[in-house]
């Protein structure tokens, strides 16, 4: 069955620190997809990554980092140098191909403080 | 490039009424998702419309029923409306024809409360 974990609820940083957001996903596809959405109080879903599950390779997109790891079943988000702007709530999302469309599971969200 | 829209921004409605949501999808989508996230919770997945006809569900009651017309928007109709109901109501669209065909691009939603 799908599952995406996010353990951690909130997590509250000052500005330019570095903050990791967890994720832990189950699936029992060997083809599946990974994303990250953030969600600002404005409440749109804004897509930030897409991983499918036979590329490993880590991802840098300035100051965003991720780390795919199929062995612990994770894929982590790190922020670098964290800005206010960055504040927001981050989502974890599994994608599973089905007849005639895909399921998408996105896990509970981590809230993310980032003060100045 | 027009993103994906959706309307009403907000709605009230009480107990047992119906409502009905709508989604534009983004210029050359085919495919249209629609959650449900409630309060301080992560999108939950409602259904999936391509081609005019609904292809993945949810753990939903068919008290909340779909439609995707010609020009790829949709619908979302939920009836007898319960307080549970109260939520905000994401549309996302994707493009089948696409290499990334399941990278979804959302809505701002719509706030949904039911007195």
């Known amino acids: 069955a799908q599952k995406v974990t996010q353990a951690q609820t909130e997590i509250s940083v000052v500005e330019k620190e570095d903050v990791t957001l967890d994720c832990v996903y189950e699936?029992?596809?060997?083809?599946?997809?990974l994303f990250w959405y953030k969600q600002p109080p404005s409440g749109e879903l804004v897509f930030l990554i897409r991983?499918?599950?036979?590329?490993?390779q880590n991802e840098i997109s300035g100051r965003y980092s991720w780390n795919f790891q199929k062995s612990t079943s994770s894929f982590n988000f790190t922020i670098t140098a964290s800005q206010v702007v960055d504040s927001a709530v981050y989502f974890c999302?599994?994608?599973?191909?089905?007849?005639?469309?895909?399921?998408?599971?996105f896990g509970a969200g981590t809230r993310l403080f980032v003060k100045a | 490039d027009a993103g994906v829209t959706q309307s009403p921004t907000h709605l009230i409605k009480t107990r047992g009424q119906q409502v009905t949501l709508r989604c534009s999808p983004k210029?050359?989508?085919?495919?249209v998702s629609w959650y449900q996230q409630a309060l301080g919770q992560g999108p939950q997945f409602i259904f999936q419309?391509?081609?005019?006809?609904?292809?993945q569900r949810g753990n939903f009651p068919d008290r909340f029923s779909g439609h995707q017309f010609p020009n790829y928007s949709s619908e979302l109709n939920v009836n007898a409306l319960l307080l549970g109901d109260s939520a905000l109501y994401l549309c996302?669209?994707?493009?089948?024809?696409?290499?990334?065909?399941?990278?979804?691009?959302f809505g701002p939603g719509t706030r949904l409360t039911v007195l």
């Open positions: 996302a669209s994707s493009s089948r024809q696409s290499l990334a065909g399941d990278t979804q691009y």
């Open positions: 699936t029992r596809d060997t083809t599946y997809y």
């Open positions: 991983r499918n599950s036979f590329d490993e």
């Open positions: 999302a599994l994608s599973e191909a089905r007849t005639g469309g895909f399921k998408t599971i």
């Open positions: 210029s050359g989508h085919d495919t």
């Open positions: 419309y391509y081609e005019e006809e609904e292809r």
